[in-house]
C-alpha cells in the first residue's frame, strides 16, 4: 500500500471500513493512490529534466535543443548515450555565448572526434605541459583558406606584338609575391618593360626594366617572383639575372604590391635593335609575340581550414605512449570523419566558410643507435712435408785448338803501298 493510499483511506470514517484490504472500497483507494504516485513520480521527473546532471532520455534532448546541440549518430549508426550527451552538453553550453569563433569551432570538433571540448577537462597534472600542447595541435585552424589563381595571356597577332596589357583582379586577404612567367613565342624579345597600372591602365611608374644588352630569345622564358625581404628573382632558364633589372625610376627592382581592388599589368618587349641584333633564326626586326602567365596564392576572406589527423586515434596513442600518460584522453563517443564537415557547419559563424582538411601525422624516433661490430678468424696451417734432392753430374769440358797462322810484311813505301796485302809500315 502506497502513502497515497494511506492517506485517501485516512479520509473516510471507521464505518465505512475503508482500511479493510479485501473490502471494494479500499482497492478502489488503492487504485486511485498508484496513479497518484505515478503522477508524483512523473512530476519529480519533470523537476529533474530541468537540471542537465539529472535528466535523461526526452528531457536530456529538450535541454541541448534550447542550445541547438542534438544527439550524434555514432558510427554503428546507434545514437549518442545518455551520459556521452550529458557530457559535451555540459561542455558545449559555458561556451555557448562564443558560438562562431575559433575556440568554439576547434572546441566542436575536438568534442565530435571525441576529444574534450576544452582541455582543461582533462586536468592534466604537472609535467605534462608539452602532451598538452601536442593535443592542442592535433586540431587547428588556419585562417584565410588558400586558394591558387592563375592567369594567362598571350598576344598571337602580330599588329599587336610587343605589348600587352593583363588585367588581374587580386582578391587576398594579405598579398605574396606572385609568380610572372614571360615566354617569348616567336622571336626574341629586348628591352623589357614590365608596370603597374590601375584599372584604367594608367601607369603608376612602378615596376622594372631590363638592361639593354639582356636578350631573352625565342622559346626561352623569364622567370620574376619578388623576395620577402625586398628585391626580386629573376631568371632566364638557369641564368640568374636579377642583377640586370632595374627600377623605372632607378634603383633596385622590385615587385609592386599588387592592390586588393584589382590592378593591369602592362608588359613591353622590342625586337632586334640596330648595332646590336645578329643574323639568326630567332631574331627579327619585329616586335616579338610572347605570352604571359601570373600565378599566385590568394587568402580568401571569411574562410577557414581545420586540419584534422586522419589517424586521431593512433596519433594520441602515440602521444600517450611518448610521455607514458596514465590517464584517459578520448571522454566522448566520437563521430565518423565523414560527419566532421556537418559539424563545422553547424559551429561556425554566419557568411563564414569552413573547412575540413584532414592530414597524416606520425610520430618518428629519430634517434639513431651506432653499433661496431668486428668478427676475426685466425687459421695456422703447416706443412710438415721434408724432401732431400741429390744430383751428381759431370761438368767437365775440354776443348783444345791448334790452329797456326803465320804473317809475312814488307815495309811500305808512301805514296805507293794500298792499305791492304802484304804491306806494313814498320
Not at 33 to 39: D, F, H, K, R
Not at 171 to 183: A, D, I, K, R
Request: net charge negative; charged share 20%.
Amino acid at each position: 500500500m502506497a502513502y497515497k493510499t494511506d492517506r485517501l483511506v485516512a479520509l473516510f470514517p471507521e464505518v465505512y471500513a475503508a482500511r479493510d484490504r479485501e473490502s471494494l472500497l479500499f482497492k478502489l483507494l488503492d487504485s486511485v493512490g498508484a496513479e497518484l504516485m505515478n503522477v508524483d513520480a512523473a512530476v519529480k521527473n519533470l523537476l529533474k529534466s530541468h537540471w542537465v546532471d539529472y535528466a535523461t532520455g526526452s528531457g536530456l534532448d529538450g535541454l541541448g535543443a534550447i542550445f541547438g546541440v542534438e544527439r550524434r549518430r555514432l558510427v554503428d549508426g546507434s545514437l549518442e548515450p545518455d551520459l556521452a550527451f550529458r557530457l559535451r552538453l555540459k561542455s558545449v553550453v559555458p561556451l555557448f555565448t562564443g558560438g562562431g569563433t575559433r575556440r568554439a569551432v576547434l572546441g566542436a570538433v575536438r568534442s565530435a572526434l571525441g576529444l574534450p571540448f576544452d582541455l582543461n577537462q582533462l586536468h592534466l597534472p604537472a609535467g605534462f605541459e608539452a602532451m598538452r600542447q601536442d593535443l592542442e595541435n592535433l586540431v587547428r585552424m588556419n585562417e584565410f583558406s588558400p586558394h591558387p589563381e592563375r592567369l594567362l595571356e598571350e598576344i598571337t597577332n602580330p599588329v599587336e606584338a610587343g605589348q600587352l596589357f593583363l588585367d588581374a583582379p587580386i582578391t587576398s586577404v594579405y598579398p605574396e609575391p606572385p609568380l610572372l612567367e614571360w615566354t617569348f613565342t616567336k622571336g626574341a624579345g629586348r628591352r623589357l618593360r614590365f608596370e603597374l597600372c590601375d584599372l584604367s591602365h594608367t601607369p603608376t611608374g612602378q615596376g622594372f626594366l631590363a638592361e639593354d644588352g639582356l636578350v631573352a630569345s625565342e622559346g626561352e622564358t623569364l622567370r620574376v617572383t619578388g623576395l620577402p625581404g625586398g628585391g626580386i628573382s629573376a631568371f632566364i632558364g638557369v641564368t640568374d639575372v636579377s642583377s640586370r633589372l632595374h627600377g623605372l625610376g632607378g634603383g633596385p627592382a622590385l615587385f609592386p604590391d599588387l592592390p586588393k581592388e584589382g590592378c593591369a599589368l602592362h608588359f613591353q618587349a622590342a625586337g632586334a635593335l640596330f648595332d646590336s641584333a645578329v643574323f639568326d633564326a630567332t631574331d627579327t626586326f619585329n616586335p616579338p609575340l610572347f605570352r604571359v602567365e601570373l600565378t599566385w596564392t590568394s587568402h580568401q576572406p571569411l574562410t577557414f581550414d581545420v586540419l584534422v589527423p586522419f589517424f586521431l586515434h593512433q596519433a594520441v596513442a602515440d602521444l600517450v605512449q611518448l610521455y607514458k600518460f596514465p590517464g584517459q584522453i578520448f571522454v566522448y563517443e566520437g563521430l565518423d570523419l565523414a560527419t566532421i564537415q556537418q559539424v563545422i557547419d553547424q559551429s561556425r559563424a554566419a557568411g563564414v566558410r569552413g573547412n575540413i582538411q584532414f592530414s597524416l601525422n606520425f610520430i618518428d624516433d629519430h634517434l639513431l643507435m651506432e653499433q661496431f661490430q668486428r668478427a676475426g678468424d685466425h687459421q695456422l696451417i703447416e706443412d710438415s712435408a721434408v724432401s732431400e734432392i741429390f744430383s751428381v753430374r759431370s761438368a767437365a769440358n775440354l776443348q783444345e785448338d791448334q790452329q797456326l797462322s803465320e804473317h809475312f810484311a814488307v815495309g811500305g813505301v808512301f805514296d805507293f803501298s794500298t792499305f791492304d796485302g802484304p804491306y806494313g809500315f814498320g
